[in-house]
């Protein structure tokens, strides 16, 4: 296993991300190792580009061999095109990558509607309401709920489908290792209980804002509609619809006020055709064949609350003062982010706080 996976980590680096060339070469040749053996011997340059042709003959196996061993000691698994748990509908777009990298629960898109709820990074209250309502039916209803795990909407809607007890899955524009923003890492290790989290970026790449772009392909492509529920006009948010009707994908939108920048993208998609407007969660429902969601399961009970002088009491007082970032908890006190993570994950859990758009707030 570990040398075909190899094969594909190097077929992956000639290619790199977003190419439509990876697809034409394993339609003749069929594996990364036939690829591989073949390198030296016949003229690839009826299926390269010049800097593709040039890293098949300089890229060697070993050189890929520590990123096989960083993802075998952190637990990430390798889906190669085309293998059992390769999500199907990526198969089937002109630009699939050649290798995508996972992390959590295999198989979470299958055997279910897949809905991508996206939208923009500083949402209003409006659109945050509105990804939050739409994901929670989407997913007592039994659809998986799809985004980019970034801030604003994207993990509003990945909140929502956990709190509802349904599968997000969340598709990143940076490295399998990493995660963007790094205050989302809690919310990332929650979805990956049942769900899972993607990137076509081996450990160590990706990150810079043409990957979050190149990134958005993937969210349209193996959902059955994409949602936009709040965008301004000029926004990475835009390139994922023009994804989805690249791939034949519905769009929705959510209408906004008229008067509001930040609902200019979706109210001119309404406006030109390109999107169906959204009425409430019905739409998306009947859209994707959806009977009425589950009821929204019992809430647990709040735990007694932490003792004031404990690092959770000390960060519930500061809450009850006005919302805060997670910079400033830590400041006031005097924990190191990663390390108060854990407490306010807790306090999550306990329905005591929730973190919107970055900004921490009492519940």
């Known amino acids: 296993m ?9 077929l992956s680096r000639v290619i790199g991300p977003a190419s439509p060339r990876g697809r034409e070469l394993l339609e003749v040749y069929g594996s990364a190792q036939n690829v591989y053996e073949a390198r030296l011997k016949e003229d690839f340059s009826p299926y390269l580009t010049e800097t ?18 960083k993802c075998q000691r952190a637990g990430i698994r390798l889906l190669p095109f085309g293998s059992e748990d390769y999500p199907a509908r990526l198969a ?59 801030d604003g909407l994207d993990g509003e809607a990945h909140k929502a489908a956990l709190e509802a007890g349904g599968r997000t899955v969340g598709f990143l524009g940076c490295a399998i290792d990493q995660t963007y923003p ?15 989290v993607f990137s076509e970026y081996e450990p160590g790449e990706g990150g810079k804002a043409s990957c979050f772009l190149q990134r958005n392909r993937l969210i349209a492509a193996v959902s059955d509609l994409v949602c936009v529920a709040e965008a301004r006009l000029q926004s990475g948010t835009m390139s994922t619809v023009r994804h989805a009707q690249r791939y034949g994908r519905p769009v ?39 009977g009425q969601p589950k009821p929204a399961r019992a809430g647990k009970k709040k735990k007694a609350l932490p003792p004031p002088e404990s690092e959770e009491g000390r960060v519930l007082q500061l809450l009850r003062q006005g919302p805060c970032t997670l910079g400033q908890l830590s400041d006031a006190v005097g924990v190191p982010s990663h390390e108060l993570l854990v407490s306010l994950t807790r306090l999550e859990m306990e329905k005591l706080v929730s973190c919107s758009c970055g900004m921490y707030v009492l519940r």
């Open 2 to 10: 570990r040398e075909e996976e190899v094969y594909w980590i190097w």
């Open 182 to 196: 790094a205050s989302n890492r809690p919310l990332r290790a929650r979805m990956e209980v049942e769900g899972q």
């Open 252 to 290: 929705y939108a959510v209408p906004g006020e008229i008067f509001s920048p930040q609902s200019e993208g979706t109210n001119t998609l309404i406006g030109q055709g390109q999107a169906r407007p959204v009425v409430g969660p019905g739409t998306l429902l009947e859209a994707l064949g959806l």
């Open 92 to 150: 089937d777009i002109q630009d699939p990558p050649v290798l995508l990298y996972a992390t959590g629960a295999a198989g979470a898109l299958k055997d279910a509607p897949v809905a991508a709820i996206i939208g923009s990074r500083r949402p209003s209250a409006y659109g945050a309401q509105a990804a939050r309502v739409l994901a929670d039916a989407l997913a007592r209803a039994g659809a998986v709920v799809v985004s980019g795990l970034a």
């Open 52 to 69: 593709q042709a040039g890293r098949l003959r300089q890229l060697s196996l070993e050189d890929c061999l520590p990123v096989w061993a």
